[in-house]
Structures are given as C-alpha cells and as structure tokens.
C-alpha cells in the first residue's frame, strides 16, 4: 500500500473577538510525493495574549514558521527531534523581539504565544504543545483533552499563562505520540474557541456538514460567539479518512518496477556503467569495480546475493544504504555515487575506496601501539557522530564494515543495517532486526530484545578497541550467548592487561566502562569515550589492576589450592624433621 493512501478530512475557522485584530493565527500543510511520506500533514495554530498590541506577530510567525521550516528539516530526523528544532528556534527569536531595543520596558510589546500542533506522519499521530490553546479526540459521549493547559492559578477568579512561546530563552514544549485510527477526528482550539464545547455540539456540527468541514468548524466558532465568548476564536477539525498499510515502504526505498541485475562480468556495459573487475562475492551481496561512463568516476556497484533474491525484506532494505549514505556528509561514512540517473535493475552505486579493510590492517598489525589504534578509533567515532546526528545508527560495526584508504582516513561502510529514525516512524517494523549486526560486536541490549542506542554503538566501538590491541575479545563468547537478563549480570569483563601487559591500567578502566553490560553505565556519549582514551581523568588514573579472583575464579581458586597444598606439604615435611 502506498503513501498516497494517507488521506485526512479538514475544517478551519476563526473569528475576530471583541477586538479589532484576530490574534489568533492557524494553518495547515497537506504535502503530495515523498514529502507526505518523509514529513506527514501537519495542523497548527496559536494564540498571542491580549496584553501585548503585537502577539499577532507572534502567534502569527510560529505557525508559518513551524509550516515552512519543518519540512526544510532533515528526512532522517524522527518528528520529535524536527519539530522541537524548528520550535526552538521560533521562540528563541520570539525573545529575543521582546527583550530587543526598549520592548522589555513596555507591557504590551511582548512577542508571545501559545501554540499547539498535530503532525500525521505513516499510521503515528503527533502532538507538540505549549500554553493554553487545546487538541481534543471526539468520542461519541466526550470530547477527551489531549493537552494540558500550562495556566498558573492566582485565585479563584485569576489565572495567568505559565508556559508559552516567547517568554524565555529557552522553552519546554509538551510532546506525547500514539497510533492513529482511520474514522478518529480531532479538534485544535483556542481558548476562546473551547469554552464550553462539548462532544454534542461537534456531532450536531459534522451532521449539519458531513461533506465539508470548513463549515462545520465555522458553525462551531459561531456557536461560541452566541454562547457568551468575546475572545479570538479559532477550530481546526481533522478527521482520517485513510491510512498506510502496516507494511508499507517509504516511496523513496520501494524497488517496484526494479528487475533483478544479470550477471555482471568484467568489461560488461551496465546501467551506464563499465565493469572493470569483481571486488567481493559474498552471501549477502556482489560488489564490483566499474567506471561511470558519463563522469570517468570509478565506483563500486553492489548487487543482491542470487542466494537472498527470493527474500522480500532482504531485497526491500537493499536500496536503504545509498539513501543513507546521500544524506550524511562526513569522511568517514562512505559516500553514494554522485550521479541520478534512472534505473532498470536494483543495484547500489557507492564511491570506490582505495585501500584495506580493518580485519586486513589488523592481521598486518598484530600487537599496534596505542597511538595508532587511538587513531583509527577517533576517526571511526567521527563517523558514527555524523550519523547519529541525523538520528541514524550503523548497527553493523565491525572489521569488514571499516576502510582504511591509501592516506590512512577511515570511512564507515555497509549501511544496510542502518537505523534511521525518520523512516522508523514511518514504518516502525521495517528496521526490526533480530540481530542487526556481528555476534561479536552486538550490545547486549539488542540480544535481549530492547532495542540500541548511540551507546550501543559505543559498546561495538569499544568492542573493536578492544579486539584491535589484543586480539581477544572482552568478553569471549559470552556476550554472544546473552539471551537473559540473568545472562547479562553474569558478563565478566576480561581485563585487556591479560593479553597487553604493557598498556596503562587506565586503558582498561576506559575500555571496562564502555563495555558495561548495562548501556546506563557506559560513557554518556562516544565523544567522551575518545576524551577519556586520549586525556583520562582520576577516574581512570587512579585505577589498580583488576584482582585475580575477578578476572578468573578458576585460576584463582586453582592457584589458592595449589599454595594450599604446597603449605600442608610443607608442614607435613617441618613436622617429620622435628621428628
């Protein structure tokens, strides 16, 4: 089912109050094409307070703002982390309107608002509000606020707005989310609007005007200006006529109309492409050397493993690496070919890397120094930040999904597994992965099934820190074999001075915390992580060797025995002399 499938019904009104200007402001944005899919429908109004003479600017610059700047946010983001971008933002310069030239001295200059938005974006409503205004669900017998209305009580007859938009430097906007509902219709109200109202009155409203919703939300706002209401009034009825199909794909990652490639072979012409040679067969994919005949460009096309080309998720996920790789900008995340022309068969076109994987650099380097490992860990940190900046995670770290190219920059590859926020909620099955990436390097939160996180990113990196000084792992095979909660508190961090004797304790102490099975208990972002492996702190300054009996019961309790036994032999023997 595609995303033209999204479809809403849709009522706005407002009438001035006993005021010359209607300080109320609403809008709304129906996108068509990939913008429906990536952004959603989005409903927002606000109210500017009646004290200041220039809240209609305010109320005003937040809705067209939040309509414009959402949908210049990155398609990567989840709608959380966008619409509290561009929010931000908004009352930041809303503030800073009031508290510029001589407005901070004048009551009623005051640039603030409330403000109140729905966002339908796959089969997910959002909701993000801050003030008084209201978003209510119709039910047949009530109308169920969704909101809270952030007024401060002063008596029994005064209030006051104690969170709006433009009162601070800084802003806390209410946001909760949840599964929509075809047939469900929801309301945006001002104040001025909702007292009063009641599920009633909207019933009466949609069976007067079952075909047009413009004028049953006229009708209601009339309803509160006859029922006493002098304030600015303003509605928005939606109601969702249709949604996506649970198992529907973003437009831009479908492969409809996508044949499978033939077999590619060297100094065949494909896709305006020339093959040069085979680079890897694996069971997952086919990655060969060619030459872009427009550009001269050499790039490597991967192509579906034969063995995978009757698996449907398998093959759906294939395009999500160069969807990822055009929207991140880092050198160290591999790079899409440049290039757009249309496309026949299903293939990715990536930049060519000239250099050596990590498990190649690791068999040359089998005891590396510090220093060089420092290296290449900062750059793969670089990298998995460029991501998680977008609200994307790898998943699939590890020594073949690493280049080191002939100037020694390291580039992340292999973003198949990626997680992106955006197209999560979008479709929030289609990244489920059992175990997104190599047993070895997997956070143990993954194995049990609760989901990752930029720190279980720093677990796999310090996985490959770890591996990449000693050769080991820093669990065994343990935390490949965590199914329980049970099975994660009985992990045992092996000490890397097992295996490098000649490293600093504090390496350890750096290492053993990034590792902790517990994500809350590694380093809060990879960044410090990197801090703490170049400049560490007393934390890890003043660590001692872990004791034997915690790096290895047995040989503790075999060496305990053995002196033990080396003791009573002894005093057997002192005691025969005596004799």
């Known amino acids: 089912m595609s995303a033209a499938t999204l479809r809403i019904a849709l009522g706005q009104a407002s009438l001035a109050g006993a005021h010359p200007t209607n300080q109320d402001f609403h809008g709304a944005c129906l996108p068509r094409g990939h ?140 946001y909760r989310s949840w599964e929509a509902e075809v047939g469900e219709i929801y309301l945006l109200a001002t104040d001025g609007a909702c007292a009063g109202l009641g599920a009633q009155d909207v019933h009466q409203a949609l069976q007067a005007h079952p075909a047009d919703l413009d004028a049953a939300a006229h009708q209601l706002v009339s309803l509160a200006r006859r029922r006493g209401s002098t304030d600015d009034a303003t509605l928005q009825l939606l109601r969702i006529e249709a949604l996506p199909g649970a198992d529907a794909l973003h437009p831009q990652l479908r492969r409809e109309g996508l044949a499978l490639p033939p077999p590619l072979a060297p100094r065949m012409a494909f896709e305006g492409f020339t093959l040069l040679r085979e680079l890897q067969v694996s069971a997952r994919s086919h990655l060969h050397l060619a030459v872009d005949e427009t550009s001269g460009q050499q790039v490597v096309l991967k192509t579906p493993s034969v063995d995978l080309a009757q698996d449907p ?99 992340l590859i292999d973003l198949a597994s990626a997680h992106v926020a955006g197209l999560a909620e979008y479709q ?17 939160e993954y194995l049990l099934g609760e989901g990752g996180s930029p720190r279980s990113e720093l677990f796999a990196l310090a996985a490959l820190t770890y591996e990449m000084l000693s050769s080991q792992l820093p669990y065994g095979l343990d935390a490949a074999r965590v199914r329980s909660a049970a099975d994660r508190r009985r992990l045992r961090y092996i000490p890397l001075r097992h295996h490098r004797p000649d490293l600093p304790a504090w390496v350890d102490a750096v290492l053993a915390k990034a590792l902790h099975p517990d994500p809350a208990k590694r380093q809060e972002v990879i960044s410090e992580f990197i801090h703490d492996l170049s400049a560490p702190g007393s934390e890890f300054r003043s660590a001692r060797p872990t004791p034997l009996i915690e790096r290895n019961p047995v040989m503790f309790w075999q060496t305990t025995t053995a002196l033990l036994g080396l003791s009573t032999a002894t005093l057997l023997a002192l005691r025969v002399l005596g004799h």
Request: hydrophobic letters at 40%.
């Open 35 to 174: 913008q429906l899919a990536s952004k959603g429908i989005v409903l927002a109004l606000a109210d500017g307070i009646s004290s200041s003479a220039v809240s209609q600017v305010a109320s005003q610059t937040a809705v067209r703002s939040f309509l414009e700047d959402y949908y210049a946010t990155s398609e990567a983001w989840s709608v959380r982390r966008a619409a509290e971008r561009v929010l931000s933002a908004t009352n930041a310069w809303l503030h800073a309107q009031t508290m510029g030239s001589d407005a901070r001295f004048e009551k009623d200059r005051g640039h603030v608002c409330t403000f109140s938005a729905l966002i339908l974006k796959g089969r997910d409503l959002h909701l993000l509000h801050v003030g008084d205004s209201r978003i209510y669900r119709l039910h047949a017998q009530a109308l169920e606020q969704l909101t809270e209305d952030h007024r401060l009580r002063l008596s029994s007859t005064e209030s006051c707005l104690n969170r709006a938009l433009g009162t601070g430097p800084h802003v806390e906007i209410d």
């Open 313 to 411: 998720d398998y093959l759906d996920r294939f395009v999500l690496e160069e969807w990822v790789a055009r929207r991140v900008d880092s050198p160290h995340v591999i790079k899409a070919w440049a290039g757009g022309r249309p496309r026949s068969h299903l293939f990715v076109a990536m930049e060519y890397i000239d250099g050596q994987t990590l498990a190649q650099w690791r068999a040359d380097h089998p005891q590396p120094s510090l220093d060089s490992v420092r290296s290449i860990v900062t750059q793969l940190a670089q990298g998995l930040q460029a991501l998680h900046r977008r609200e994307m995670l790898h998943q699939d770290l590890r020594p073949e999904n690493v280049m080191i190219d002939r100037q020694g920059t390291v580039k």
């Open 428 to 444: 929030p099955d289609a990244h489920t992965l059992a175990v997104p990436g190599s047993l070895q390097y997997t956070a143990p």
